[in-house]
């Protein structure tokens, strides 16, 4: 004849009291309830599982925080999830991983992980024009989302009216961010596949327009502007140090003084502010110098080479340079990072080596196995070519109150 187990009563258990060893009390059907040493008492259900028959014990809860009613429910749903074969641990394990994916795994949050790596190969400038980016077109509607149910149709909808206001290159940078993260979300086996790719060709392929700069011949034209602007020195120099070193406009504003050898006459910009993450060294002509002589007694006690004009702490911004070329009335004819361009095209035309023209401007090999091995950057090579570059600006400027144009003449 079978055992008789006498179900629990509330009193009976709240009359339990803690023991040397666990103990305990059994209610039946598989359901017990558990107290330890220390006077906790927690739900068991012990069964068998349905693929090894082995004994399990599935915790429902503490005492008395589930109470013996609610206790039996979830010990009979458990029930009739064994008669079904299904184990209802794994069950709930089951269960735990689909309110993770709802609530964890959404898009913003997999996105936040993305970028935590992402930003390590990156400019902090470039990093920030991504999230924002992400903040301003993506996040507002689809932050919530489970990372599972980011579907190509859905971020269609969500780019098409940024589309029909003409912005096709935030579309096109949108949807490559979106891809990477979504590649993240795969690797990670979030989600089985990428549903993105290939989603840029349901939209208009912007039209490339390169950055708005001069023809060489009009290099007397710009230096003639820049000498006669009504513009502070240390923007006026800027512009001027951005030009004679080629570099970008955010790392020419944040040249800082302990990146300069004046001995050794080099300029060596750290990994973290270039474009490729690759440092980056330039030969310093004698106008370069000449600039920077120009701007000691202004900043050499300070950090940044080009202080910020509200607060000398900081560099300059980055976009200092264009807004003053803006003032001279270059808008639309050339914007600060064209003055890369009339380099380059200036340097090509007078023959000067490819090679050497692309190092000066910082430029890495498309060719990912020839940039592998051609880890030169040609310093000493390239010294005649800045040096080149350096007198035909001081030709050009030769009449104005260019800072580099005569040695004689000050800056006012």
Not at 110 to 128: R, V
Not at 232 to 241: F, G, M, N, S
Request: hydrophobic share 40%; net charge positive.
């Amino acid at each position: 004849m079978a055992k008789v187990t006498t179900r629990l009563t509330d009193k009976e258990i709240k009359s339990a009291k803690a023991a040397d060893k666990e103990y305990n009390l059994f209610d039946g059907g598989g359901l017990r309830l558990r107290v330890k040493p220390n006077g906790a008492k927690h739900w068991l259900l012990n069964y068998y599982r349905p693929n090894s028959k082995k004994r399990a014990n599935l915790s429902l809860g503490k005492y008395p925080d589930l109470s013996l009613a609610l206790a039996r429910k979830l010990a009979q749903e458990a029930r009739e999830l064994l008669a079904q074969d299904i184990d209802p641990q794994e069950d709930k394990k089951r269960k735990q991983q689909e309110h993770k994916i709802i609530h964890q795994h959404t898009l913003l949050n997999i996105a936040k992980e993305w970028f935590e790596i992402k930003q390590g190969d990156i400019t902090p400038d470039y990093a920030i024009d991504i999230w924002r980016s992400l903040e301003l077109h993506i996040f507002p509607n689809l932050s919530n989302t489970p990372i599972k149910d980011i579907t190509a149709p859905l971020i269609i909808e969500q780019l098409k009216p940024i589309e029909a206001k003409g912005s096709l290159e935030t579309v096109k940078r949108l949807a490559q961010r979106l891809n990477e993260i979504m590649d993240f979300a795969t690797n990670c086996g979030l989600v089985a596949a990428n549903p993105l790719t290939g989603i840029k060709a349901a939209f208009k392929k912007p039209k490339k327009e390169n950055m708005a700069s001069l023809k060489p011949n009009e290099l007397p034209e710009l230096i003639s502007a820049i000498a006669n602007a009504s513009i502070k020195r240390t923007t006026r120099c800027l512009i001027e140090w951005q030009l004679h070193t080629m570099t970008r406009p955010s790392e020419a504003a944040g040249t800082r003084w302990d990146e300069i050898d004046l001995e050794a006459k080099i300029w060596t910009i750290p990994p973290a502010r270039m474009k490729k993450r690759r440092e980056h060294r330039i030969p310093l002509t004698e106008q370069a110098i000449a600039l920077l002589e120009t701007m000691m007694p202004i900043s050499q006690n300070r950090e940044f080479v080009f202080p910020a004009d509200r607060d000398p702490q900081k560099p300059c911004n980055s976009q200092t340079a264009n807004m003053a070329l803006k003032r001279m009335g270059f808008a639309g004819r050339l914007v600060s990072h064209g003055l890369r361009s009339l380099a380059s095209t200036t340097l090509n035309e007078q023959g000067f080596e490819a090679d050497l023209v692309e190092a000066a401007l910082a430029h890495v090999d498309d060719n990912q196995v020839r940039s592998a091995y051609n880890r030169t950057d040609y310093l000493e090579r390239r010294l005649p070519m800045m040096v080149w570059w350096s007198g035909h600006i001081e030709a050009a400027a030769l009449g104005s109150l260019s800072v580099t144009g005569t040695k004689q003449l000050k800056v006012i």
